[in-house]
């Protein structure tokens, strides 16, 4: 297959001037400065294929935007190499950059006080884009991403979701085959976060552009990205499907059932329980040692049982566990 | 030529942005002809009183001072980029100047053209420059008036290289404004006076450190001949215009030597 990402090793070290306390230990700082270096990435390797939609997840601080930045060429690792499309990002920076696109979530391209229009006409001169090219891509992405009736509005009158698809837009117009959306969601209503995945799942399936997504949202991932990279103090802590992520460490499941007396039920091996009001008990277990079906049939044999449900952990819960206690 | 059109691109932009606030675009290019013309005016008044300094006549030192004018005029225009820098680099919007392909000095330079205060700074110089070029003893001959334009270009490149290296700093220190101030704002303030009249340490600042002897003295002892010359290498006046291209190539080297140290901030 064609890799679009190829990076081995990826490190980055901050030097961070560290300053005592107390005025006279800022005024010896000043003459003899301490530093500390803090590793903000300390060994990250991976493979990006031409087509994919990877998601890039971690908590504050993880070490993704960093790794985004190192990838977009705009950080340089302290060590490690990065190979995308072919080339070095920062030595060949021009000839990188023109093939990439990035999307900040925090950080707008527009021009706060001048119309979208005229942001999107100065990028068609800064890209070199041919007039008729331009044209039709800007028609295909104001009927798709709903701009028709703010375009022609200065940025600072848009809502945040507004702003957000013209700054997609804005990234988009020369084409680049691949695409780094960093938080692009972050701050938005359901509705506009729901149109903003439909744009991203649109670009990777139907125009075949490689994209790189970040969030803190788990519905982004599910529903744009196949593939998942979790990353956790500037390392990488998974790297494969998003369905993988649930059968590696998503196999705890919760039977909850409520029965028409209260019960008692003997201990079972693998399973543990707890006792909720209105006769119910629900039981935790790890599918890969315990049965749904086993656990099912021992209760409706020995109890009078009014209702049961299943629940798997969602992938929320997952990374929020893989957060709180790693892996 | 394909850059120009796109210089005029950004240009339009930027003066589109202005007018978004009509009443403030006026009153820059306003202000800062104002309060520049007050600095002028008190000198004017204070040579009135005194006649000469150091055999530099009143229109003499009025053609010294012209030239950080007009410089700084035309500087303006082509380097506000440049002087704003390290607000880019402390909110780290010069990511996305990194993600463009387009050369990053350039873009720093199209995207704040700043053609109002331009317009307030460069007339005042102009007019100055012209009141006092005719009343001084100076024959515009064809070579005169070719050393004068690279001198004047050159004493754009000193002060954009002065700029350059400030931004190449605030990759490092992020906030250079205080440098600044106590390298150029206050160099410059000696700068509009000969600098034959100065302390031995303060020739030094201005020749070989913050180098605005190369923007104005140089280049005006070159057209006026005083005497005070003699106690400086007749050198200097002949490769004034040159130093201003030279530093700005220096400055250059070192600003992609410190590009690696852009540490790009929040998220």
């Known amino acids: 297959m064609d890799t679009v990402i190829e990076c081995s090793a990826l490190k980055k070290e901050f030097k961070i001037n560290k300053r005592p306390k107390g005025f006279l230990g800022h005024m010896a700082n000043l003459i003899v400065p301490k530093f500390e270096y803090k590793q903000a990435v300390s060994d990250i390797s991976f493979r990006i294929n031409r087509g994919d939609a990877v998601g890039f997840i971690g908590a504050n601080g993880a070490g993704k935007s960093t790794t985004i ?3 977009t060429g705009i950080l340089a690792p302290t060590e490690g190499s990065i ?82 698809r013209a700054d997609i837009a804005a990234s988009l117009l020369h084409k680049p085959e691949l695409v780094f959306f960093d938080e692009p969601t972050i701050g938005l209503d359901v509705v506009a976060k729901e149109k903003i995945r439909e744009f991203v799942r649109y670009l990777n399936r139907e125009m075949q552009v490689t994209v790189i997504f970040t969030t803190h949202d788990m519905q982004d991932i599910e529903q744009v990205c196949q593939r998942l990279i979790i990353i956790d103090k500037g390392r990488k802590l998974y790297d494969g499907t998003v369905e993988g992520i649930k059968s590696t460490f998503g196999n705890e499941k919760k039977l909850i059932v409520q029965f028409e007396s209260p019960a008692c039920v003997y201990s079972i091996p693998g399973v543990s329980q707890k006792l909720k009001p209105n006769h119910v008990i629900e039981f935790s277990f790890s599918s890969d040692q315990v049965a749904v079906k086993d656990l099912v049939q021992a ?29 | 030529m394909e850059w120009l059109s796109l210089f005029k691109h950004y240009s339009v932009l930027t003066i589109k942005e202005r007018f978004q606030y009509k009443l403030n675009a006026i009153l820059v290019s306003l202000a800062v002809f104002l309060r520049e013309g007050a600095t002028i005016a008190v000198i004017y008044f204070m040579l009135l009183r005194f006649g000469s300094i150091n055999g530099w006549e009143m229109y003499e030192l009025l053609f010294l001072y012209s030239y950080i004018f007009f410089t700084y005029g035309l500087f303006i225009l082509f380097f506000t980029g440049l002087r704003d820098f390290e607000g880019l680099v402390r909110i780290g919007s010069f990511d ?79 906030s250079v404004s205080n440098l600044r101030q106590i390298l150029y704002w206050n160099t410059r303030k000696f700068a509009g006076y000969p ?32 005497t005070d010359m003699a106690e400086f290498p007749a050198l200097y006046m002949y490769i004034a215009p040159a130093v201003g291209f030279a530093l700005f190539g220096l400055a250059m080297l070192y600003w992609r030597y410190s590009l690696q140290f852009y540490k790009s901030t929040g998220n």
């Open chain 1, 69 to 71: 930045k190192m990838l």
């Open chain 1, 299 to 327: 209760l409706l044999a020995e109890h009078a049982v009014l209702d049961i449900s299943i629940t798997e952990q969602g992938i929320e819960q997952i990374i929020r566990e893989i957060y709180e206690k790693g892996i």
């Open chain 2, 96 to 174: 996305r100047y990194l993600l463009r392909p387009r050369g990053l000095i350039f873009q720093i330079i199209v995207a704040k053209v700043d053609w109002f205060a331009a317009i307030g700074h460069g007339s005042l110089g102009l007019l100055l420059f012209l009141y006092s070029a005719f009343q001084v003893n100076v024959s515009w001959s064809a070579i005169n008036i070719t050393y004068c334009a690279l001198a004047i270009i050159g004493g754009v490149l000193i002060q954009a290289a002065i700029f350059l290296l400030m931004a190449s700093l605030s990759f490092t220190f992020i």
């Open chain 2, 195 to 226: 600098i034959s009249i100065f302390h031995a340490s303060i020739k030094i600042l201005l020749i070989y450190i913050v180098p605005f002897a190369f923007v104005n003295y140089f280049p005006s002892q070159f057209l006026l001949h005083k």
């Open chain 1, 83 to 164: 190979t995308a499309l072919g080339v070095h990002p920062q030595k060949d920076r021009k000839q990188y950059v023109a093939k990439i696109g990035a999307v900040f979530g925090q950080k707008s391209q527009l021009s706060w006080d001048l119309p979208v229009l005229d942001s999107f006409y100065l990028l068609q001169k800064i890209y070199q884009i041919p007039d008729q090219q331009f044209n039709q891509t800007l028609e295909q992405f104001t009927d798709i991403l709903d701009m028709s009736g703010f375009i022609e509005q200065p940025v600072r009158q848009l809502s945040l979701g507004q702003r957000m």
